[in-house]
């Protein structure tokens, strides 16, 4: 019979053992790991033959987005800006730094 305030289990789960969503989710990654290379050859035949998905979902793995902070490469350095006032460099550092 339960008692009121004591737990089924006092000792708790042992120390590195995983939960059932753990373990899944951990199968699950060795199998995307062994098969990735199988499913980018797959997509690559299918995007050959004229699927467009497929070409999407194949560019996008092998030719990533640069992130936002590459794409912009903002420098304080003001060498590489002879042109600009210090307010419009001042002004070009605040805008991508709320666009990140």
Known sequence: MFQKGQSGNPA???K???GIKKRI??????ICQEEAPKVLLKML??????DVPAAK???NYAYPHPSM???LDITT???NMPDLTDEQVKTIIETASRVQ
């Open 12 to 14: 708790g789960r042992p």
């Open 16 to 18: 590195g053992t995983f």
């Open 25 to 30: 989710l951990n199968q699950a990654l060795e």
């Open 45 to 50: 035949d299918l995007a050959i033959q004229g």
């Open 57 to 59: 979902v194949f560019c």
């Open 69 to 71: 902070e590459a794409a």
């Open 77 to 79: 350095d003001r060498e």
